[in-house]
T-cell receptor, first 116, second 112 residues
Framework: DTEVTQTPKHLVMGMTNKKSLKCEQHMGHRAMYWYKQKAKKPPELMFVYSYEKLSINESVPSRFSPECPNSSLLNLHLHALQPEDSALYLC???????????????FGPGTRLTVL | EDQVTQSPEALRLQEGESSSLNCSYTVSGLRGLFWYRQDPGKGPEFLFTLYSAGEEKEKERLKATLTKKESFLHITAPKPEDSATYLCAVQSYSGGSYIPTFGRGTSLIVHP
């Protein structure tokens, strides 16, 4: 089973709202990722968690706050977003991040976020 | 810095018309090359991982090959349901980072 699940599928929020995106995997993977994807562009890395610790933050604005409660779950907390933050937000997981094993990333279906 | 270039940017085929998509890369020490299929508004679906030059992998109508400078995704007798964007990504050892670098993708449309 190579399934990564994400909720919600769609989210519309105002610039003053606080919302969260959720991601879950049960493949025993130790690395989890958040990506942002705009239309007709490749996925753009935001955060990497390895063994539940934040390993990479690609200079993402503080209005995006990631959280990894356990090895299977990854959250992305959203606050005071801007309309330009509207995009498809993708979660991915891989067995490892540190190059010691299988690094293939498996993606979830994404959350379509619209900021009004 | 790793670089990945996919060509063509867009490709239109008739059903049954075989073709190839190209992914050329420049990396310092390839760890892996990945192919994904992405339907509009959905997450990328994993297709193949290739690790070394000369390696080939197949799945239904798709076959991926790897050389030291590029990878090809061959589509044999495509069907309309093969229409999607195909993404290539490479992972290298450079700078201690193992984050894949994605190409911009090839948008494939197969007409019935």
């Amino acid at each position: 089973d190579t399934e990564v699940t994400q909720t919600p599928k769609h989210l519309v929020m105002g610039m003053t709202n606080k919302k969260s995106l959720k991601c879950e995997q049960h493949m025993g993977h130790r690395a989890m990722y958040w990506y942002k994807q705009k239309a007709k562009k490749p996925p753009e890395l935001m955060f990497v968690y390895s063994y539940e610790k934040l390993s990479i933050n690609e200079s993402v604005p503080s209005r995006f706050s990631p959280e990894c409660p356990n090895s299977s779950l990854l959250n992305l907390h959203l606050h005071a977003l801007q309309p330009e933050d509207s995009a498809l937000y993708l979660c991915a997981s891989s067995q490892n991040y540190d190059g010691t094993g299988e690094d293939t990333q498996y993606f979830g279906p994404g959350t379509r976020l619209t900021v009004l | 810095e790793d670089q990945v270039t996919q060509s063509p940017e867009a490709l239109r085929l008739q059903e049954g018309e075989s073709s190839s998509l190209n992914c050329s890369y420049t990396v310092s020490g390839l760890r892996g090359l990945f192919w994904y299929r992405q339907d509009p508004g959905k997450g990328p679906e994993f297709l193949f991982t290739l690790y070394s030059a000369g390696e080939e992998k197949e799945k239904e109508r798709l076959k991926a090959t790897l050389t030291k400078k590029e990878s090809f995704l061959h589509i044999t007798a495509p069907k309309p349901e093969d229409s999607a964007t195909y993404l290539c990504a490479v992972q290298s050892y450079s700078g201690g980072s193992y984050i894949p670098t994605f190409g911009r993708g090839t948008s494939l449309i197969v007409h019935p």
